[in-house]
């Protein structure tokens, strides 16, 4: 999704010139994805823009983006929605005088419209974006009230669709302009300077002083003064009491000399996996919830990708262990299930980034019929925790590349953890057995440091093998499943490698009829006696039209001599499954796509964030 960065500086008060700290800023949304970038700055009565279809680093080696002067910039990544990924294309976008410049994250719905009314009053697009009807509409309004601010406010409010906006102009230098629905923004503080953006990440080599900008929030920041209005009330705001610290070091934030944020995060994820668990326990969050999951007639789970495959396995541990079906839905298909539900309803939402619009909107169609709803999210007041009845964090620091590899583990933590408090508040797990589980959970950090460091070398290997083929399997039975499903959607996004994950006994079905010698399949075999025994029949029949079988298995598995390529994990309680069994995929994953010559980071036609529908 696009990525925005802006700064407002006097002289001298910045750690770096004001241009460069913007190009920074850039480089850290990337993990965003994007298709193009520019640069714009203040320069007398002109506006610098500099921008075009590219990396940024071959856009730096073409027109110095880093070089812009100025203390007033704003900057821009894209990523496509109307219009091609061209330099045209590519925000800022400014007015017919050239005054004023706009970014923009997000869906201009009425664009259309508003660009046909501001063409018959003689202005002149330049591209075929929704985001430049914006700089258009407050030039016209500029030539009614003289005012700048005025200007934006009026123009803002003719908007239907989703917005972060912000905008530079000449009228006044020295101000960034900003309005926000339905995409994120946040306010940096500095000294002397203050920052715009769209993610903590951008901003966090200049200050960690940080105000979530709420929906409908609109104001500009200069360097020493900002002010907020409320849109639909049109009351000030006292930002003041937003402020928050963030914790997480910029360390979490860069590579720390790992080749890709991929790698450094599954890396991460025995950290991850502790900090959650401390989190978990302390947090007052998850007794309402489970008070909520108690009283619920019905109970909903969903989200969108990897986040999806969190729900289901949420769903198979609640009847398993809390003894309570819970419907598991992709986010997207929302409307399907609105209709069933009502006001004695939980709805969970999981999303890493707590902003992935296909969850948003379901959400939102919950809470209109009144169902109480639970956010799990990695994103400290973003909007899926901000407007659910009761917020769940997990604490796996920033995910900077594009696959999700430790929000997953860490999301099946904290869900395994509700589940298990709801089994025994439901008076279906003894004290006992909840305590055993628990403690099960305890080790998960120090049980995934262990999978990685075992699997490694096996997974850079047998990437070799792997990034010759154009097709793989990915099967398991039960809580097994959707780890498959997870293991699959790594290979696929990363490296572009078709893969399919099903329940085992499907095979028969239809799916064995692909099966041929040196197919890849790769089983996730959890340490569960009875589906250890009905997976030997799935990966003979396998077997037997030459498939190569490769196990993600606990070391002490009755199926060791079935498999050809053997992930060995620690014997456990099968519910950490997602947590000892994803880590290995996720290798083998990221090392067939650097095999296959592609950036894991960036996978392309993909997203970060995703806030389109
Ligand atoms: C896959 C991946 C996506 C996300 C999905 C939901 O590796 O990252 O499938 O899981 O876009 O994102 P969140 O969790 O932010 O709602």
């Known amino acids: 999704m696009c990525g925005i960065i802006g700064i407002a500086a006097l002289l001298g008060k910045t750690p770096q010139r004001p241009g460069l700290m913007v190009y920074k800023g850039l480089l850290r949304l990337e993990y965003r994805g994007y298709d193009s970038a520019g640069i714009a700055s203040i320069s007398g009565d002109r506006i610098h823009v500099l921008k075009g279809k590219g990396k940024i680093a071959d856009l730096e080696k073409k027109l110095c983006l880093s070089c812009i002067d100025g203390l007033t910039v704003i900057g821009h990544t894209r990523w496509a929605t109307h219009g091609a990924p061209n330099d045209i294309n590519a925000h800022p976008h400014t007015d017919c005088s050239g005054k004023i410049a706009v970014v923009h ?41 003289g005012n700048l601010y005025e200007a934006f406010k009026q123009a803002i409010k003719m908007l239907h669709g989703s917005y972060a906006l912000v905008l530079i102009s000449t009228y006044e230098p020295n101000k960034l302009f900003f309005a926000k629905k339905d995409s994120p923004l946040i306010i940096g503080l500095g000294e002397g300077f203050n920052i715009l953006a769209s993610d903590i990440p ?29 849109l639909s009330t049109s009351n ?36 991850a996996l502790k900090d959650t668990f401390y989190g978990i326990q ?30 289901f396995f949420y769903s198979l541990t609640s009847s398993i262990l809390a003894k309570r079906i ?24 999981v999303s890493q980034s707590g902003e992935t619009m296909d969850a948003l909107k379901a959400l939102r169609a919950f809470r209109e019929r009144g169902v109480k709803t639970i956010a799990v999210s990695n994103v400290v007041d973003s909007a899926i925790p901000r407007e659910s009845d009761i917020a769940i ?57 262990r999978v990685i460091s075992w699997n490694e070398s096996l997974a850079r290997s047998l990437a070799e093998w792997l990034s010759r083929k154009g097709n793989a399997y990915y099967l398991s039975r039960g809580i097994g499943v959707p780890v498959a499903m997870e293991g699959a959607l790594k290979l696929k996004e990363i490296a572009y490698i078709h893969a399919e994950a099903y329940p085992a006994g499907e095979s028969k079905h239809g ?26 029949g799935n990966i003979q029949e396998m077997k037997a039209r030459g498939a190569v079988i490769i196990g993600v298995a606990p070391e002490d598995t009755i199926l060791k001599d079935q498999l050809d390529y053997w992930f060995k994990v620690p014997s456990t309680h099968w519910i950490l499954t997602p947590i000892t069994h994803t880590p290995p995929q996720q290798l083998l994953a990221y090392h067939t796509a650097v095999r296959r010559g592609y950036d894991p980071d960036k996978p392309r036609n993909l997203a970060k964030t995703v806030t389109v529908e």
């Open 105 to 145: 994250n997000g869906i201009i719905q009425n664009f259309r419209e508003l660009k046909q009314m501001l063409v018959s009053r003689g202005h002149i697009f330049k591209s075929e974006t929704d985001t430049e009807v914006v700089p258009h509409l407050v030039e016209e309004f500029y030539k009614k009230f």
């Open 282 to 311: 302390s947090d007052a969050a998850v007794a309402k919830a489970v008070k909520l999951l108690l009283e619920a007639d019905k109970i909903y789970v969903t989200g969108a990708g990897t986040s999806y495959h969190a729900c």
């Open 202 to 230: 951008a901003l966090l080599e200049y200050t960690r002083r940080i105000v979530t900008v709420r929906d409908d929030w609109i104001g500009y920041v200069s360097p020493t003064e900002i002010h907020v209005e409320d």
């Open 511 to 536: 799916p064995i009829a692909l099966v041929e010698e040196e197919y890849p399949v790769v089983f996730t075999i959890p340490k569960h006696e009875e589906l250890e025994k009905t997976l030997l």
């Open 393 to 449: 964090y997990t604490r796996a620091g920033p995910e900077i590349g594009v696959a999700a590899t430790k929000t997953f583990t860490t999301q099946t933590l904290v869900l395994s953890w509700l589940t298990i408090s709801h089994g025994e508040a439901y008076g279906v797990l003894l004290r006992s057995e909840a305590e055993e589980l628990r403690k099960w959970l305890s080790m998960s950090s120090e049980l995934v440091a």
């Open 236 to 271: 000030i705001v006292d930002w003041s009491r937003y402020i928050r610290i963030v914790e997480w070091s910029l360390e979490d934030a860069t590579r720390s000399g790992f080749p890709h944020f991929m790698l450094k995060e599954i890396h991460e994820q025995p950290r």
């Open 326 to 349: 819970v419907y598991h839905f992709i986010a997207s298909e929302y409307p399907v299930y609105t209709g069933t539900a009502g006001e004695n309803d939980v709805l969970i939402v």
